[in-house]
């Protein structure tokens, strides 16, 4: 870490003190990763702050209300793959793969596997200050039916596209469609109305046994099952699972996640920020 961010990250744990509303504890390398996503601006920086907190208490069913030991997140780890592969490309992004494990549709929760996404993103932040300089998305269409489709819900959908759009503490730089179905023009339909123009302009398709993924995600980067050189897949996704279950006490702990109610001094600078 240079010295002039190591002294903005100094400035925020001042600043996280101060504001008596936010919860008791943050990871320090998780405030670098805000600083790094606002350019080291340190008032633009607390802003994203403060309104990360606010949507995650906002949809606390999503965000705070959480157990990656219950039956709900059990059962969507066994239908769907929400993996963090190992490795960084050239531009420093970190991967993230998410397919179908089972295809019935039935079986696939929505909001469940939005819970389970954020749950393993908030997982990456713990003990590191290493930072990425963005995320690549890779979405596996393989087995992804108009049903499961259905299956979406709205009101998740935009909390999720909103959160990751505006309050996240890293950026999306590429999201990547492959295995693409003739019914994607459906799905982006759904997805098109809760996304801003930038995001869409990230989407690259690939067709069903395309070797143009490769071009942006390099292969020793990808599992064996995508021809690939970082293992299989079975072997990162059992990674993930003890993760979230080594990090149970962290996704709980309220006073990690939990807003309080604000003292005097602090309600204009967090009421100013306006969730729709």
Same mark, same amino acid.
């Given at each position: %870490?240079?010295? *002039?961010?190591?002294?903005?990250?100094?400035?925020?744990?001042?600043?996280?003190?101060?504001?008596?509303?936010?919860?008791?504890?943050? /990871? #320090?390398?998780?405030?670098?990763?805000?600083?790094?996503?606002?350019?080291? *601006?340190? /008032?633009?920086?607390?802003?994203?702050?403060?309104?990360?907190?606010?949507?995650?208490?906002?949809?606390?069913?999503?965000?705070?209300? #959480? *157990?990656?030991? *219950?039956?709900?997140?059990?059962?969507?780890?066994?239908?769907?793959?929400?993996?963090?592969?190992?490795?960084?490309? @050239? =531009?420093?992004?970190?991967?993230?793969?998410?397919?179908?494990? =089972?295809?019935?549709?039935?079986?696939?929760?929505?909001?469940?596997?939005?819970?389970?996404?954020?749950?393993?993103?908030?997982?990456?932040?713990?003990?590191?200050?290493?930072?990425?300089?963005?995320?690549?998305?890779?979405?596996?269409?393989?087995?992804?039916?108009?049903?499961?489709?259905?299956?979406?819900?709205?009101?998740?959908?935009?909390?999720?596209?909103?959160?990751?759009?505006? @309050?996240?503490?890293?950026?999306?730089?590429?999201?990547?469609?492959?295995?693409?179905? $003739?019914?994607?023009?459906?799905?982006?339909?759904?997805?098109?109305?809760?996304?801003?123009?930038?995001?869409?302009?990230?989407?690259?398709?690939?067709? $069903?046994?395309?070797?143009?993924?490769? /071009?942006?995600?390099?292969?020793?980067?990808? $599992?064996? =099952?995508?021809?690939?050189?970082?293992?299989? %897949?079975?072997?990162?996704?059992?990674?993930?699972?003890?993760?979230?279950?080594?990090?149970?006490?962290?996704? %709980?702990?309220?006073?990690?996640?939990?807003?309080?109610?604000?003292?005097?001094?602090?309600?204009?600078?967090?009421?100013?920020? =306006?969730?729709?």
């Amino acid at each position: %870490m240079s010295a *002039d961010l190591e002294t903005k990250v100094n400035q925020l744990e001042k600043w996280w003190k101060t504001q008596t509303q936010l919860p008791e504890k943050i /990871e #320090r390398g998780l405030l670098k990763r805000f600083l790094v996503a606002m350019s080291a *601006d340190v /008032e633009s920086t607390q802003n994203l702050i403060l309104y990360n907190y606010k949507l995650r208490n906002k949809y606390d069913h999503i965000f705070l209300k #959480r *157990d990656p030991m *219950d039956e709900a997140t059990q059962e969507i780890l066994k239908v769907a793959d929400y993996l963090s592969l190992p490795g960084r490309t @050239a =531009e420093n992004y970190s991967v993230t793969l998410f397919r179908l494990q =089972e295809f019935e549709p039935e079986k696939f929760k929505f909001t469940e596997a939005v819970k389970v996404l954020f749950m393993i993103i908030d997982c990456r932040f713990v003990g590191t200050e290493e930072i990425d300089n963005g995320d690549v998305i890779i979405f596996d269409m393989a087995g992804y039916t108009l049903k499961h489709l259905a299956q979406t819900s709205i009101s998740s959908l935009r909390t999720v596209t909103k959160y990751t759009q505006e @309050a996240h503490s890293g950026r999306v730089r590429q999201i990547h469609v492959i295995n693409a179905a $003739p019914y994607l023009d459906k799905v982006l339909a759904v997805v098109r109305p809760f996304l801003k123009g930038e995001l869409m302009k990230m989407i690259h398709t690939h067709l $069903p046994g395309s070797d143009t993924p490769y /071009e942006f995600v390099p292969r020793e980067l990808l $599992p064996e =099952e995508y021809g690939g050189n970082a293992g299989k %897949m079975s072997d990162i996704r059992q990674h993930w699972i003890n993760k979230l279950k080594e990090n149970r006490d962290f996704l %709980m702990d309220e006073s990690r996640w939990k807003m309080k109610k604000p003292q005097s001094g602090n309600v204009d600078n967090l009421s100013s920020l =306006e969730i729709d």
